[in-house]
């Protein structure tokens, strides 16, 4: 991903955290609780700039502070294009605001992680020999480097106690393949 797209997915990252509140019922003038804690267990699925992402995630909060663990990749999709796919792994810790609203909650967070980029390298072969092949796969050398990255998400979740379903924007700046997605998530802990 280019740094101007970079920027702009931060930017579009921003603009949804900051209209978060929006998603709260007009009606409900009445701030309500978060006083309390709870701990929310995350998965996440969804397209990204490129591919598709899964997201994991299990975080806690006290009272609007939220702590967690992520886990994300953002990979490349194609079924019959050269191999290996490029991809990106993301494991990070975060830490950010939680807001309960009247039919959910919504969240927002950054932190610091570790991502392991697998980029393709020079051409090995065809994968095919035959001349009546169909599909073939080219093969390029496997290139794996690790770096130090910023994720950053902002989450809007339907739930009762318990149980939610959500949409949220996930992404993470770095130098080797900064990444942004649209994940549907499914939640489920003590979240209200």
């Known amino acids: 991903m280019t740094t101007t797209t970079a920027v702009r997915s931060l930017v579009i990252a921003l603009i949804f955290t900051a209209a978060s509140p929006a998603l709260a ?26 591919g598709i992402m899964g997201v ?16 994300a990749e953002s990979s490349e ?20 605001h939680y ?7 919504v969240t927002a967070s950054a932190g610091l992680s570790v991502v392991r980029s697998v980029r393709r390298g020079r051409f090995l072969d065809s994968g095919c020999n035959n001349p009546g092949c169909l599909f073939s796969v080219t093969r390029h050398e496997r290139l794996v480097s690790q770096t130090v990255g910023i994720p950053f998400e902002a989450r809007a979740v339907l739930a009762n106690r318990y149980a939610g379903l959500g949409v949220g924007v996930f992404g993470n700046l770095n130098g080797n393949g900064s990444f942004v997605g649209i994940a549907l998530t499914m939640d489920t802990g003590l979240l209200r």
């Not at 019922?25 to 490129?50: C, F, H, Q, V, Y």
């Not at 994991?56 to 992520?70: D, E, H, K, P, V």
């Not at 999709?77 to 950010?96: C, H, I, K, M």
């Open 25 to 50: 019922d007009e009606a409900n003038t009445k701030p309500i609780s978060t006083a309390g804690g709870g701990a929310i267990i995350s998965l996440g699925l969804g397209p990204s700039a490129g």
């Open 56 to 71: 994991a995630s299990a975080q806690t909060r006290r009272g609007s502070r939220l702590f967690g663990l992520r886990i």
């Open 99 to 105: 807001s309960a609203r009247r039919a959910g909650f």
């Open 77 to 96: 999709f194609n079924l019959f294009g050269p191999s290996p796919a490029l991809a990106d792994t993301e494991f990070g810790v975060l830490y950010g």
